[in-house]
């Protein structure tokens, strides 16, 4: 159990849900009590999970036992989890055992599979420390040469920071996205795997280049970012508009990472240029 990431995680939950979010009656009246801190008092969200104030601000203190299951779903009503939360915050209760190396396993054969059929749409395989395990030919030519990089070079994280905005950027009213995406993605394998000293690494490198970053740390966001609009710029084909979208793999740690464009847009007729079929394994 890792009661200060519990305690944490519970505060900034509950500070993020407003009043007017919870069911009629369940908070104070208005001018009942002043409220000088965002979000609801502790006595609400105890009330709402149905358990004792004391045992609640424990929790908020890192003083109490382990939470129960049924302790911890009533944690997620009150709360408003989402389901990605739900799982990460029995992660952090003991709940549910740390992974390990072994349950990482191997890249499966139909993802690569399904690299080698996706032909001109650029495409790759992260894995829960970001890096880049497998792609296409197509990412590799619109990204970089994976194959070319270093090994400890080949992660998302770490490619954003050396190639400092020179390949892409987000659009306006979007910057700081890829970090707070970044900063879930991390959390979440942060919880599974305890231990792992690279993502703690990672974690540092990337909040201290990234002020986006550090304050999606901060703020315990677990949610998964399915879809992100970005601009980049290549030398071959020039400016591309791209959706960036991630879906899971069913029964592993892995995401597939897509670039596609609107049909009939000249950014997606710039992704058939650019695009070959084939893939490449890290």
């Not at 109490?64 to 989402?82: D, F, H």
């Not at 897509?258 to 049909?263: N, R």
Request: aromatic letters at 4%.
């Amino acid at each position: 159990m890792s009661r200060g990431e519990l305690a944490d995680f519970l505060r900034r939950r509950r500070e993020a849900l407003r009043p007017d979010q919870v069911p009629a009656g369940a908070t104070h009246p208005p001018g009942q009590r002043s409220r000088r801190t965002p979000g609801l008092r502790r006595e609400e969200v105890a009330a709402l999970a149905g358990m004792s104030v004391s045992y609640y601000e424990r929790l908020e203190q890192a003083r109490a036992p382990r939470p129960s299951p049924e302790v911890l779903a009533a944690l997620g009503t009150a709360l408003r989890l989402t389901a990605a939360e739900r799982d990460h915050v029995a992660r952090l209760a003991g709940q549910v055992p740390p992974g390990t190396d072994a349950d990482r396993g191997t890249v499966p054969s139909d993802a690569l599979l399904l690299l080698d059929r996706l032909g001109a749409i650029p495409a790759y395989l992260v894995d829960d420390r970001q890096d880049v395990v497998a792609w296409n030919d197509a990412a590799a030519a619109l990204v970089t040469d994976f194959a070319r990089l270093p090994a400890q070079d080949r992660n998302t994280v770490r490619l954003s920071i050396l190639l400092g905005g020179d390949l892409c950027s987000a659009p306006p009213g979007a910057e700081g996205e890829f970090a707070r995406q970044s900063a879930a993605q991390l959390r979440a394998a942060g919880a599974r795997y305890p231990n792992d000293r690279v993502i703690g690494e990672l974690v540092n490198e990337f909040a201290a280049h990234s002020p986006a970053f550090a304050a999606g740390w901060r703020d315990h966001d677990v949610r998964p970012v399915t879809t992100l609009r970005k601009h980049l710029r290549h030398p071959v084909v020039g400016d591309l508009v791209l959706d960036c979208q991630t879906l899971v793999v069913p029964g592993t740690d892995l995401r597939l990472v897509l670039y596609t464009a609107e049909p009939g847009s000249p950014s997606a007729a710039a992704l058939t240029r650019l695009g070959t079929p084939g893939g490449h394994r890290g």
